[in-house]
């Protein structure tokens, strides 16, 4: 039996488990890649990639993308050579059905579907996002505590609960503010008993010790994968993706796009309580990841990827769109806390089809000039097929740069990746994943940021097809973070 005849036999068919999204479910060392091309010699550092790979095949038919078992990818870069390892994060629930051989829960954790050996035991897959703050390296997902692993082996080393204040859920994209050190964070909480949902957020300093908790009351049930951090304010986006176990228990779609709520966007000084909250209002928007978001002339500007829409879940009766119909764009939100209207004004600053906008990271929360994302240019449904492409636009001008990796590509997160002694913006490299169509191995392809559309200066081979994921995120060896959780 041919591998992915194998694969078809064992796992059911989604466009989430085959093609560049096929899992290995294998964990590997690998001491010294081969490089196609030159690495910069100032390009020192570690890049670390999150995604969801299932290790056994899901028990519901309606399987999603965002469901996988957490595994983490490390590629350590120094001297012109690289070097990789990847893991499984060895969460509770993965734990628990290593045990038994099996998948134990439903889709996202629903409990309609998920089998009494699971119960008691967290739904947490640990799959989204992999951060350093305070010295640990943390696995993510916006449903569960984050997860701390071995920056160096990955070895997983348990739920990190900050001394019990975070027991419920955090964020998959908590936000560095280099300019303190802080980590600022959310979790939507859910109640039962007809209890209105809540949001805890948490202000947790350098060292990674808590220092604010406060809880917001939120419009409604939604999935919340991540909020906006300026200097002085926070944003609570609470988008129309609506969450409901009731829906789920009644065999409905337990996360459903709601066409008839508004987007709505709760505005707090950062450390401000709840009752300093003031919801804004635009229509209804899907949007799960910004570029950065900063004030300027009294205002918050936040560069989002938002649409009308989202083709990643169906609606409240059960009805999918498709990715034509939902496209992301690069948006600009203007919200005017001094302004007697709560509108938030929207503008496009560039039309094309793209996922996970960037920045330099270590400029979020101030202003900056551009954004990366990985774009798709001729791909029918970008998320299932592959983002074929890689773009940055000057946020200032309108200005793109652009890469196309040729059809039927599958391109990850881009990521700013600074020089050793780099301060400035763009003054570095572009890193990202690339499954090129049918290739049996994968590439960490390095661009000059400022000149994507010249071509990668390398390409570091990975001898298998690492599955398409989630958040990357890279590390200087002269950034702080790196130094304290390596040294």
């Known amino acids: 039996m041919r591998?992915?005849?194998?694969?078809?036999?064992?796992?059911?068919?989604?466009?989430?488990?085959?093609?560049?999204?096929?899992?290995?479910?294998?964990?590997?060392?690998?001491?010294?890649?081969?490089?196609?091309?030159?690495?910069?010699?100032?390009?020192?550092g570690v890049f670390y990639r999150?995604?969801?790979?299932?290790?056994?095949?899901?028990?519901?038919?309606?399987?999603?993308?965002?469901?996988?078992?957490?595994?983490?990818?490390?590629?350590?870069?120094?001297?012109?050579?690289?070097?990789?390892?990847?893991?499984?994060?060895?969460?509770?629930?993965?734990?628990l059905e290593m045990k038994h051989g099996r998948r134990l829960f439903g889709v996202h954790g629903n409990p309609r579907t998920t089998d009494p050996l699971a119960e008691g035991t967290r739904y947490n897959t640990a799959n989204t996002n992999i951060v350093i703050h305070g010295g640990k390296l943390?696995?993510?997902?916006?449903?569960?505590?984050?997860?701390?692993?071995?920056?160096?082996?990955?070895?997983?080393?348990?739920?990190?609960?900050?001394?019990?204040?975070?027991?419920?859920?955090?964020?998959?994209?908590?936000?560095?503010?280099y300019a303190t050190g802080e980590l600022l964070n959310i979790g939507s909480v859910a109640r039962r008993g007809g209890t209105a949902p809540e949001i805890r957020?948490?202000?947790?300093?350098?060292?990674?010790?808590?220092?604010?908790?406060?809880t917001i009351p939120m419009p409604h049930q939604a999935m919340m994968h991540t909020f906006f951090v300026t200097e002085n304010y926070?944003?609570?986006?609470?988008?129309?993706?609506?969450?409901?176990?009731?829906?789920?228990?009644?065999?409905g779609p337990m996360v459903a796009w709601d066409p008839d709520r508004a987007t709505k966007l709760g505005v707090m000084p950062r450390r401000g309580d709840a009752a300093q909250v003031r919801w804004f209002e635009t229509e209804p928007r899907q949007m799960m990841h910004e570029a950065n978001v900063w004030e300027q002339d009294g205002r918050i500007v936040a560069d989002v990827a938002a649409a009308e829409g989202t083709a990643?879940?169906?609606?409240?009766?059960?009805?999918?769109?498709?990715?034509?119909?939902?496209?992301?764009?690069?948006?600009?939100w203007t919200i005017d806390p001094g302004a007697a209207t709560d509108v938030v004004r929207e503008e496009i600053l560039n039309d094309r089809d793209i996922q996970f906008p960037r920045p330099d990271d270590r400029r979020m929360t101030r202003r900056t000039g551009h954004?990366?994302?990985?774009?798709?240019?001729?791909?029918?449904?970008?998320?299932?097929?592959?983002?074929?492409?890689?773009?940055?636009?000057?946020?200032?001008?309108?200005?793109?740069?652009?890469?196309?990796?040729?059809?039927?590509?599958?391109?990850?997160e881009l990521i700013f990746a600074p020089r050793v002694g780099g301060v400035d913006e763009?003054?570095?490299?572009?890193?990202?994943?690339?499954?090129?169509?049918?290739?049996?191995?994968?590439?960490?392809?390095?661009?000059?940021?400022?000149?994507?559309?010249?071509?990668?200066?390398?390409?570091?081979?990975?001898?298998?097809?690492?599955?398409?994921?989630?958040?990357?995120?890279?590390?200087?060896?002269?950034?702080?973070?790196?130094?304290q959780a390596m040294v």
């Open 50 to 95: 999150n995604g969801a790979e299932p290790l056994y095949p899901p028990s519901d038919e309606d399987y999603h993308w965002f469901d996988g078992d957490g595994m983490v990818y490390a590629f350590f870069l120094e001297n012109g050579r690289v070097s990789l390892r990847n893991r499984w994060v060895r969460t509770d629930k993965l734990l």
């Open 234 to 251: 926070v944003v609570f986006p609470v988008t129309p993706l609506d969450v409901s176990l009731r829906r789920a228990m009644a065999g």
């Open 138 to 177: 943390l696995a993510l997902m916006e449903g569960a505590p984050p997860v701390e692993l071995d920056p160096r082996t990955l070895d997983t080393l348990g739920e990190e609960t900050y001394g019990g204040v975070v027991t419920t859920t955090f964020s998959a994209h908590p936000k560095l503010d």
């Open 201 to 214: 957020y948490d202000i947790i300093d350098s060292e990674g010790v808590p220092t604010k908790t406060e």
């Open 3 to 44: 591998g992915e005849d194998m694969v078809s036999a064992d796992f059911r068919h989604s466009p989430f488990l085959t093609g560049h999204h096929r899992p290995n479910r294998m964990e590997v060392d690998a001491p010294d890649l081969f490089v196609h091309g030159e690495l910069p010699a100032d390009l020192a």
């Open 312 to 332: 990643l879940f169906p609606d409240i009766h059960g009805r999918r769109r498709s990715h034509r119909e939902t496209r992301q764009s690069l948006r600009r």
């Open 426 to 483: 763009l003054d570095g490299y572009a890193l990202t994943l690339v499954h090129h169509a049918g290739a049996a191995e994968t590439e960490l392809v390095v661009f000059d940021a400022r000149e994507l559309a010249a071509g990668p200066l390398a390409r570091v081979i990975v001898p298998f097809a690492i599955p398409s994921g989630f958040h990357c995120n890279y590390y200087s060896v002269d950034n702080p973070l790196y130094r």
């Open 371 to 412: 954004a990366f994302a990985n774009s798709n240019l001729r791909s029918v449904d970008g998320r299932a097929d592959g983002m074929d492409s890689v773009l940055r636009v000057d946020t200032r001008t309108g200005a793109e740069d652009l890469y196309h990796f040729g059809d039927g590509a599958a391109a990850g």
